[in-house]
């Protein structure tokens, strides 16, 4: 049995290592099961073995191998084992079968009972019988695992008599691999022996064996798929490997600042990081030595380098060894010496000259030392900052005051770190070395701010940096000073031509989190006044408000500036609509500033809900109520918009009473607590909304019920439960109301309010009700306007219907297909069938819509068959309706549903390039520019259809921004994904073509024409 | 070219210290705004745009990112290319022109031609052909100044030095950064 399975191995093993990994299989269970002995197999082999064909020895010894490195650990007794071992041992003069025989001690070093004390005997048979330079990389690797298993299962079974001799083993068998998977391997290997065993003597041999591999570089060769080797895994081993034990400290750090000194940038980069490494892993004694030579071999880099990365690097080395130095030794005479020695060349460095460069790189180095401590702060501050910041500042030239400046952050960085900023707990003794220079630079840093001319933009922003962490610091300043660099940043802020506006409204924001009391008292009146100014002078935009508006938004992030600005802009509401001369433009970016302040307090999850929002829903639903014939249907939007936010994110108890208010108010005629009495009672009492259909100027706050409904949870009694008479009422609104604000308020709310019902019965029995099936009857009978609507109606409640899976959503979707066809509702229906599919701000996962998993793709799968379908059999303008349909719908599914189907959709996607209809374009475009990189091969086929359209649309000004942004950036990404001889024909066309664009009157475009006739330059 | 500069230790300015435009417009532009209002207003609003007039800092953008054949870095961290040195009149009914002053590292900088050249191309690729170009060397800064404002603005010269397969490979090699 067992000499006809070793037969057949042997065959199969040239044809098929699969096969021959079966019959070794079969032989492991043939011995598993008692079937067959080893000494049955070795019998077997045993002619094969010394057979003179040198392939059949080398086959019958891997079968062996491979046997028993399949066998169970413990299958083998301890007397086969170290017979098999004395077989292999004696078998290793055998130099063709080395790789073999090397996979079978392997094996036998892993069994169970494998004598350890027999681990002396391998180590000898294999560093006298080896000579790695000779065998290929497979046998290197083999022989290589055996020491791999040796040194991780019998690395302390090498007595001390014995050590010195497997040390310069393994150090001469180890040496001169060149093969990145044998390296690796030697790395870990080397790092094991070097991490756990004391090397005293050893010591210069396994250094060269290891660092004769630095710089270490690799690339995979093109052909080598397979390698996933890469340099940096290399350049980890060997870093690993030289910092295992820092028995290597005064043979590695000379030989790394040798590199430091003279060698090209990636190398000192990579020496940097040993010696970083190095700084982390030994212990402090044995480096601390090196720390002056480190200095002197790193300075220049930090000095004078021109790469970032490496002055970083090598800033961020001489941190980690001072602060260990610091640890260690605390503040000794020998870390003062170092810091001095440091801080004396940078002094000199100073005087030299002051400019951009200098002083950054000085700072810099003395930020890295200061930072470690206050005591280091302290200590460096008195030795060094005085010789600096005596120098003369202002009238200056302005390269010096820049250097200054820059020189200035870095110190005050330090100070920010270990003081603390205002509300730290950070408890520091704050009489730091710097207070007595603090009036000389304030007056300073205040002059290079406000003093300079305002395009001098560098400058000014180094300027602002310092000012803002002054004014950060904790117990730094004071009041009076605070103040006034505030009044600065306001002046900076709230001009909004000053370049630099940006970054002096984060300063002051970040300011309102520290202190909030100041900004209430200087920057909100500062705002409010320029803005009442304005205002009164009838001299400003709406486009001044909003930025105004924008900038105190940005600014109250904190908690109490927050709910001050809310009620300053209330109350500036309430002013405005008592007084008689008031600015629409004013009210509307009040309540549009209003509504994006709520969004962003929401967006940053801010937990907290101050109570006083309460209140301020009644000042809202007041304020419209009392003034709606006065208000337009944009503001009521931002209002309901605001009210949304703040409904949303309230808790269940107070959502359900709101309701309830909101009930009383909307449709019984009762007093209900959103109303305050003052004013508008009557207004309130006559309306509901049932009374308002009559009323285009009532009907408008529909947009609000809107907004108060919109986001309640989904758990309310009064979400749960489908409210019949409140849908109808608002179906009626939507054909009523001449606002499309209104109308689409109405639907918005329609949807919420069917897809957030908890039975699906209750929505089945709606749709089946007079009201949603008299609507059918308006689609394909009633006059234009009233089809629009009902359409729109019925598309609006499939939407709840299609995200929740409900059962009828699908087939209403298909009934409203069907009407493409009608004659004049066309393009209503396209319109309609979109909204199903498209994402609407209002009905979010936030807004509690419910939206399940994939039904996008669901409505997809159902949908686009037809179209299809229908887009082959239509002719003329109904196809242009389909098409039309089919971009929309693939422009809002996500793309990776659509790919697979593209190669029969492209070609009518390519046809809607060339239709009118903008939203179209649109998507379509979208389409293309996203998936273009995986449709690279798809798109090459239609090239003569696509390159022509696409460059057709930027040219066309009727197309808005957006389109013709985008049909440049589809161009664009052709070079950059289709190989460059399928656009060779195409490039002048194209190179020519773009001309036109780069005179198109918007920015983007022009820059986006001008980037992708760049890379048309192929 | 590395193994002997000419410069070999010029004045590099930081990335963030660079005069630039935030570009907004093109996120606002394709970001989809979470506000109520856009999708009424989308449909309403007709499509009026401003023209936005070709300045100063759209041609500093242009140019800021070509790559110095002998550094890796840009002409802009160089300031071989300032702001202030880029003059512009657009006027799209009459003549328009762009005057670009370049601002070699030293004053025997000998590859200031190449710089200069590269920079006209990118802009004779980038800018419609209504404008005239004129790339010159600042005054005072180069050892030989009007020589090289000479070649730089000698149009036959300009044409055949981008007919020659390696120099154009060189200038696409500094360009290659610029998208």
């Known amino acids: 049995m067992s000499s006809n399975l070793v037969a057949l191995y042997l065959f199969s093993i040239d044809r098929s290592q699969d096969e021959a990994n079966d019959v070794v299989d079969r032989i492991v269970e043939e011995i598993v099961t008692d079937r067959m002995g080893i000494v049955d197999l070795v019998t077997s082999i045993g002619e094969y073995l010394t057979d003179n064909n040198i392939s059949v020895r080398a086959k019958a010894v891997l079968l062996l191998s491979q046997t028993l490195g399949e066998l169970p650990k413990d299958r083998l007794p301890a007397k086969h084992v170290s017979v098999l071992l004395q077989f292999y041992l004696s078998r290793l003069d055998d130099e063709v079968t080395m790789k073999e025989n090397a996979l079978g001690i392997g094996a036998l070093l892993n069994m169970q009972n494998f004598p350890a004390q027999k681990i002396v005997d391998v180590c000898k048979a294999l560093f006298s019988s080896t000579d790695m330079p000779k065998y290929a990389q497979a046998t290197r690797l083999n022989i290589l695992k055996v020491f791999e298993t040796i040194i991780d299962n019998y690395l302390f079974f090498i007595s001390s008599q014995t050590r010195d001799a497997f040390f310069s083993g393994i150090c001469s068998t180890f040496a001169g691999e060149k093969d990145p998977r044998n390296l690796m391997l030697v790395f870990s290997m080397l790092k094991k022996i070097l991490s756990t065993f004391p090397i005293d003597g050893f010591e210069q041999q396994f250094f060269d064996i290891t660092y004769c591999y630095f710089p270490i570089t690799f690339r995979a060769p093109p052909d080598a798929t397979n390698l996933a080797i890469t340099s940096d895994d290399l350049k980890i081993a060997l870093r690993e490997t030289l910092v295992a034990n820092d028995a290597f400290s005064k043979l590695l750090l000379p030989a790394l600042f040798e590199r430091l000194k003279a060698s090209t940038v990636r190398i000192k980069i990579d020496a940097l990081n040993i010696y970083i490494e190095a700084c982390k892993t030994w212990r402090v004694g044995a480096y601390l030595w090196s720390a002056k030579d480190f200095w002197e071999s790193i300075k220049q880099e930090i000095l004078n380098s021109t790469d970032a990365e490496l002055q970083n690097l090598a800033l961020g080395a001489l941190n980690t060894l001072a602060s260990k130095f610091y640890k260690e030794e605390g503040f000794s005479s020998s870390f003062t010496e170092f810091v001095d020695m440091i801080l004396i060349q940078l002094s000199q460095r100073l005087l030299e000259d002051v400019n951009v460069k200098s002083c950054g790189s000085c700072a810099a180095v003395f930020a890295s030392l200061a930072s470690i401590s206050v005591e280091t702060f302290n200590y460096c501050s008195c030795n060094f900052l005085p010789s600096v910041l005596d120098l003369p500042m202002v009238n200056e030239p302005l390269e010096k005051q820049k250097g200054m400046l820059v020189f200035l952050e870095y110190v005050y960085k330090c100070l920010v770190l270990l003081y603390g900023k205002w509300r730290s707990k950070n408890q520091a003794d704050i009489d730091n070395p710097l207070l007595v220079y603090k009036d000389k630079q304030l007056s300073f840093v205040s002059g290079s701010l406000m003093g300079t001319a305002k395009d001098e933009t560098e400058i000014r922003m180094l300027a602002l940096k310092v000012i803002f962490l002054m004014a950060s610091i904790k117990n730094f300043l004071t009041e009076s000073e605070l103040t006034m660099v505030l009044q600065f940043l306001d002046d900076i802020a709230f001009d909004f031509s000053d370049p630099i506006k940006k970054k002096a409204t984060e300063c002051l924001k970040d300011l309102g989190l520290l202190k909030p009391d100041f900004l209430l008292l200087t920057s909100f009146p500062f705002a409010f006044s320029k803005l009442t100014d304005d205002v009164t002078a009838k001299s400003s935009s709406e486009e001044t408000f909003k930025q105004y508006l924008s900038v105190l938004v940005s600014i109250s992030e904190e908690r109490s500036l927050f709910k001050a600005l809310v009620i300053r802009l209330v109350e500036m509401l309430k002013d405005q609509f008592k007084s008689k001369e008031m600015s629409v433009d004013l009210v509307e970016s009040i309540v549009q500033s209003l509504s994006v302040a709520f969004k962003e307090r929401n967006d940053r999850n801010e937990q907290e809900i101050p109570f006083f929002f309460e209140e301020l829903l009644k000042q809202l639903f007041t304020l419209c109520f009392a003034n709606c014939e006065s208000m337009n249907v944009r503001c009521l939007i931002y209002v309901s918009q605001t009210i949304n936010e703040i409904v949303r994110v309230n808790h269940f108890e107070f959502q359900e009473k709101f309701v309830g208010q909101l009930w009383k108010l909307y449709m019984e005629n009762s007093n209900s607590d959103l109303i305050e009495t003052e004013g508008c009672e009557k207004a309130a009492e006559r309306f509901t909304l049932a009374a308002s259909l009559s009323d285009q100027k009532f009907l408008n706050l529909v947009v609000l019920l809107q907004g108060g409904l919109n986001g309640l949870s989904k758990k309310l009694h009064f979400i749960e439960k489908l409210n019949i008479e409140l849908l109808n009422l608002l179906i009626n609104v939507v054909f009523v109301t001449e606002s499309p604000g209104v109308k689409i308020s109405a639907l918005r709310l329609i949807s919420s309010l069917i897809n957030k019902c908890e039975k699906d019965e209750d929505i089945s029995s709606f749709i089946s009700s007079k009201g949603v099936t008299s609507l059918w009857d308006k689609v394909y009978t009633g006059t234009p306007k009233e089809s629009e609507a009902a359409l729109d109606v019925l598309a609006w409640v499939d939407k709840a219907l299609v995200s929740r899976k409900h059962s009828e959503g699908i087939p209403l979707a298909f009934k409203l297909l069907d009407t493409l066809n009608l004659q004049n509702v066309g393009d209503s229906s396209v319109k309609a069938l979109s909204i199903i599919i498209k994402d609407d701000p209002a009905l979010s996962k936030e807004n509690s819509y419910v939206e399940k998993l994939l039904y996008k793709q669901r409505f997809y799968a159902s949908v686009s068959p037809k179209i299809l379908e229908h887009i082959s059999t239509a002719t003329g303008g109904e196809k242009s309706l389909y098409l039309m349909l089919l971009s929309n719908v693939i422009g809002n599914v996500p793309k990776e549903i659509v790919i697979p189907d593209m190669p029969s959709i492209l070609p009518l996607l390519l046809q809607c390039l060339s239709l009118s209809d903008i939203s179209v374009k649109l998507s379509t475009l979208n389409v293309i520019h996203t998936s273009v990189k995986e449709l690279t091969s798809l798109l090459t086929e239609y090239l003569d259809t696509l390159i022509p359209s696409l460059l057709a649309i930027p040219k066309d000004m009727n197309n808005p921004t957006v389109v013709r942004l985008l049909a440049l950036k589809c161009l664009g990404s052709l070079p950059e994904f289709t190989p460059t001889t399928n656009l060779q024909l195409f490039r002048d066309k194209v190179i020519r073509g773009l001309i036109p664009c780069l005179d198109d009157p918007k920015r983007v475009v022009r820059t986006e024409a001008s980037r992708t006739r760049h890379k048309w330059y192929i | ?179």
Not at chain 2, 2 to 10: D, I, T, V
Not at chain 2, 48 to 69: G, H, V, W
Not at chain 2, 100 to 113: A, F, G
Not at chain 2, 129 to 134: A, C, G, L, S, Y
């Open chain 2, 1 to 179: 070219m590395s193994a002997n500069l000419q410069n070999e230790n010029p004045e590099v300015k930081e990335l963030n210290q660079l005069p630039s435009r935030v570009e907004e417009e093109e996120d606002l532009l394709l970001s989809s705004t979470k506000q109520w209002l856009t999708e009424i207003e989308s449909e309403q609003t007709n499509i009026k745009e401003e023209r936005d007039p070709i300045d100063p800092q759209e041609i500093y953008d242009l140019l800021a990112k070509i790559n110095d054949p002998e550094h890796p870095l840009t002409l802009a961290q160089l300031s071989v290319v300032k702001l202030e040195d880029i003059e512009v009149v657009d006027n799209v009914e009459g003549d328009s022109y762009i005057t670009v002053h370049i601002t070699p590292t030293i004053p025997h900088c000998s590859m200031c031609t190449l710089i200069g050249l590269c920079i006209r191309v990118r802009l004779e690729r980038c800018l419609p052909p209504r404008f005239h170009v004129d790339v010159k060397v600042k005054k005072g800064t180069h050892a030989s100044e009007s020589q090289v404002n000479k070649q730089l603005n000698d149009k036959e010269r300009v044409a055949a030095a981008c007919e020659n397969e390696q120099l154009l490979s060189v200038l696409n090699g500094m360009m290659a950064t610029c998208v």
